[in-house]
């Protein structure tokens, strides 16, 4: 019988496949991702693909389906079993296999799943994964086969991986780590028994129900926990992961968060170190601060499109040994394989700390401070919210303002900037805005909520601002 498939088309994203299991994700999409995904490996001339899954209670059933689609299409699987995401990237690139697909929500409620591709050691997105829906569509596939299946535990391996980049001091740090229940539970306990210093675990045991709290480090909520846990053993740092381990969130040794582009700050300034002059990357939503600071290092600041795989491609492209977004993405390319790795991000990061003076909250300090709004997210319709960028632009170039259009608007001003950009995952708008006063930020709220005005769309929810970062 002919193979022929319709997805849900609300599951088709540009970064993934993802969707509610049984509802807008199921099985035969498994099947179906696995038969279209290694037909476009057999015809790369690929034979191989490395599969993963993280510790959602669905995961095991659709990584099974998966591999039953990648083997019908001829291609060997090669089960890495669970763990994080950066473990399967890892596998597939010290392992060159033709292809991985990582079974994992991340960071989205229990009753989701999705699926993160590569094809070869390259980001599989946009407008590829829309053709794994047209290829499902027309049956369009390599004739059925029937390959092989291997299991590779390469936990171990990773881990040791992990540790021969520690270059810390002598200094000994008293660490907190919230694995949130996530599926870097296993591979964590092994890391932090081997890594110096007094370490904490809390939410070590893979749960998918993630009975403690949600696992995405970018809300401040998520991160309540871990700051207690911080404050009451007088701890340097503490580390949050999300649910599958590819995005870290901080917390200094004050219990004070501190944000993905803080932390840029840091790793930048030591990588260039050994790479003077080289190009670190950051997405639009990061702070003028950390473009600043790179600068100020000897870097060359290039502010790019948000979204792990754009930021992967243009990393790949500029041979830059380090990127990072707000949402805790941390890309290494110095001494590491350019993949978006929170447990690497989590070593290099207590490295430096390890051979500072000074505490966490000290390195906080000691950065330019501003005041800024969270990142506010509102709806807008799927059409309507690009048509909004391209008006908003538009006004923009008229009336001579200073804009960058790399992702949406981010406008600069004497008070600081502002963002509005279309989310490519969600029916939403983006906005942020940072200033050097409070004052400041009050303007450019303003020039943010009058250019929404002048598009029919009333004003997002500002409460949250907050200062120093």
Known sequence: MPFSHEFDPT????????????????????????????????????????????????????????????????????????????????????MKTGGAIMVTGSHNPPDYNGFKIMLGCKPFFGPQIQQIGQMARDGDVVPEAAAAARTVDVADEYVKR???????????????????????????????????????????????????????????????????????RDADIGIAFDGDADRIGLVDNTGTIMFGDQLMVLLARDVLKTHPGATIIADVKASQVLFDE??????????????????????????????????????????????????????????????????????????PQVVN?????????????????????????????TVSETDGVRVLTDDGWWLLRASNTQAVLVARAE????????????????QLAASGLAAPDFSGSHAGH
């Open 162 to 232: 992990l540790l021969s980049d520690w270059d810390g001091g002598t200094r000994r740090l008293k660490v907190v780590w919230d694995n949130g229940n996530g599926s870097a539970g296993d591979v964590l306990a092994d890391l932090v028994a081997a890594l110096p210093g007094d370490h904490t675990v809390l939410n070590g045991a893979i749960d998918g129900t993630f009975p403690a709290h949600h696992p995405d480090p970018t809300v401040p909520a998520n991160l309540v926990q871990l700051i207690h846990e911080v404050q009451a």
């Open 11 to 94: 599951s088709l994203r540009e970064y993934d496949i993802r969707g509610i299991v049984g509802r807008t994700l199921s099985r035969d999409d498994a099947f179906a991702i696995g038969r279209c995904f290694g037909t476009v490996v057999a015809r790369a001339g690929g034979t191989t693909t490395a599969v993963g899954y993280d510790g959602r209670l669905s995961s095991p059933g659709m990584a099974d389906g998966l591999s039953q689609g990648l083997r019908a299409s001829g291609i060997e699987v090669v089960n890495i079993g669970r763990g994080p995401t950066p473990m399967l990237y890892y596998a597939a690139t010290v």
């Open 373 to 401: 709004t969270p990142e506010l997210r509102f709806d807008c319709d799927d059409v309507r919210k690009f048509k909004v960028i391209e008006e908003v632009a538009a006004r923009l170039r008229q009336d001579g303002a």
């Open 435 to 450: 200033a050097k006063t409070a004052a400041g930020l009050e303007t450019l709220k303003a020039a943010l909520v009058r």
């Open 294 to 367: 790179i600068a100020r290092a000897g870097g060359k600041p290039l502010m790019w499109k948000t979204g792990h795989s754009l930021i992967k491609s243009k990393m790949a492209e500029t041979g830059c040994p380090l990127a990072g977004e707000m949402s805790g993405h941390i890309f290494f390319a110095d001494k590491w394989y350019g993949f978006d790795d929170a447990l690497y991000a989590a070593v290099r990061t207590l490295g430096i700390l390890a051979r500072s003076d000074q505490p966490l909250s000290g390195l906080r300090l000691a950065l």
